[in-house]
């Protein structure tokens, strides 16, 4: 082959990997933009296990009244249908996300022991209603499944919420060297308790590894419906989760940054399982529906989905996630019973969760709870998808859903720190800034901080990274409350 010839040649070849390289990333541009719109779920029919679409009722009739908040509507046929939301937490959570405008605002509280779905909101910026968003499971779980492995360390790891765990470093990372640290110089240690209250991803790491296991976390998993096709009266995205053998990889998914993805509707069930001592409900929409003269046609039932783990497994997790509102991730939102009037009557459970992903990154901000503690009524998850421009979390969002729903008095949400932001500072600023502390240097004659001011300093803010670029729905590494 000529010398010129085989220029040719590599020029074709150098041409078709361009075009291929050109048509991956329009592929993948594609796909990004696609999941960030957030289509509604991809299966075509309801699987509610009842026969509630026999009597001249639709899905889409459904899907039309959840569009429209409404909690019952008549048919064409004269017919009425009564749905099983409670039409007052549905509005004040929708004009909540109204009023804060996130990106998006996903939201589905129910009943535990009889499965009725009291709310299902789902909230795009610029005030519009789409009512598949708590049915989609695209949002990584972040620390939320700390809540299965914890189920799992419990049952099967032969763990007590009390038992003290080592660790290396802080709370919020998670290394290799760590994985199997002892009690020796350099080592700190929690209760499993104090871990799932302050979302500690370096405890949760160690458990998912030396107490549970990959085999056994997946297992744990599918027990909580993961993979499982849900009943519902309108179609849901299966929930999934993938559990690497690896070590560090499991410790990663384990804590909360591995390929885990759960819709809010199945959140909501997890926390009525929990809460119920193991038993997941079926969820509820379609209350009822009468003919035109009042005669029932159809009417709802409470039947169990699915056992999940022992009541005595269930309850010790549910008493750990008391400690997430008393001390924990949620502590700043929910405050003491002194300013929260909801906390004087009422135990309350729940898990946080704060991960990135997307692309362009965005940030899920989860929370999921239950209350009364020991006789509940309501289980919720909410989750708010912020940009840089976010101004609540998912646990304020919680909050105001129970104040709402026992009738007691809405709250302000707490201020909240931008992650990674930084000040600019002029030139000016920068200026007298330096002539201010040469200042306080020649008076101390040292450049440190009096004790006074040390304690009056603020510390930095637990478990928030500088942002990373990241792939389409792939978490960066940030998780935790």
């Known amino acids: 082959m000529t010398r010129r010839a085989g220029g040719k040649l590599f020029a074709r070849i150098a041409a078709a990997g361009v075009v291929l390289i050109a048509g ?6 594609v796909v990004a933009e696609n999941r960030h719109k957030l289509a509604p779920p991809t299966r075509s029919a309801p699987d509610s296990g009842e026969r509630a679409f026999e009597h001249g009722f639709t899905p889409a009739d459904l899907h039309a009244l959840l569009l429209a908040g409404r909690p019952d509507g008549l048919l064409p046929n004269g017919s009425r249908v009564a749905l099983s939301l409670n039409e007052e937490l549905q509005g004040q959570i929708f004009n909540l996300f109204r009023r804060f405008d996130p990106l998006y605002g996903v939201f589905a509280a129910m009943e535990p022991d009889t499965g009725r779905v009291v709310a299902l909101v789902g909230y795009r910026r610029g005030g519009e209603s789409d009512p598949w968003l708590p049915l989609k499971a695209i949002y990584p779980a972040a620390s939320l499944i700390k809540v299965i492995t914890a ?3 419990i049952e099967r790891g032969n763990v007590s919420p009390q038992d003290e765990i080592s660790y290396r470093g802080g709370i919020y990372g998670i290394s290799r060297g760590g994985l199997h640290a002892r009690d020796r110089r350099g080592t700190q240690s929690m209760t499993l308790e104090e871990a799932i209250a302050r979302s500690a991803n370096a405890v949760f790491g160690k458990v998912a590894v030396n107490d549970v ?3 056994v976390l997946e297992e744990y998993l599918a027990k909580f419906g993961f993979g499982e096709r849900i009943p519902f009266d309108l179609p849901v995205e299966s929930s999934r989760a993938q559990v690497p053998r690896e070590e560090y990889e499991l ?14 509707l199945h959140m909501a069930m997890i926390m009525s399982a929990i809460a119920s001592g193991g038993a997941m409900p079926r969820p509820v929409l379609i209350d009822r529906i009468e003919d035109r003269d009042g005669a029932p046609l159809y009417e709802s039932s409470p039947v169990k989905w699915r056992d999940t783990v022992l009541p005595e497994t269930a309850n010790a997790v549910v008493r750990m996630m008391v400690k997430t509102v008393e001390m924990g991730t949620s502590h700043r939102t929910f405050g003491s019973p002194e300013r929260t009037p909801l906390l004087h009557d009422m135990d309350i459970a729940g898990k946080t969760g704060s991960l990135s992903g ?6 899920f901000e989860w929370f999921a709870g239950v ?20 101004k609540i979390k998912g646990s304020y969002v919680g909050k105001e859903a129970f104040n709402s729903y026992f009738g007691y008095p809405s709250s302000m949400p707490p201020v909240y720190a931008k992650a990674g932001a930084t000040r600019k500072v002029s030139a000016k600023s920068r200026s007298a800034n330096k002539k201010k502390g040469s200042l306080a240097k020649s008076k101390t004659g040292k450049g440190k901080k009096s004790a006074k001011a040390r304690k009056r300093a603020p510390g ?5 990274a500088p942002g990373k670029p990241v792939a389409a729905n792939a978490p960066t590494a940030r998780a935790g409350g």
Do not use: C, I, M, Q
């Open 24 to 29: 991956w990333a329009l592929a993948t541009a």
């Open 151 to 153: 189920s799992a360390a």
């Open 213 to 215: 296991g990959g085999p």
């Open 251 to 264: 410790a990663r998914t384990g804590a909360g940054f591995g390929e885990v993805y759960v819709s809010p």
């Open 358 to 363: 997307w692309t362009p990154a965005v940030h």
């Open 371 to 390: 209350a009364p503690v020991g006789s509940p009524r309501l289980a919720l998850a909410a989750l708010v998808v912020n940009d840089n421009r976010w």
């Open 460 to 464: 930095k803010v637990a478990g928030k």
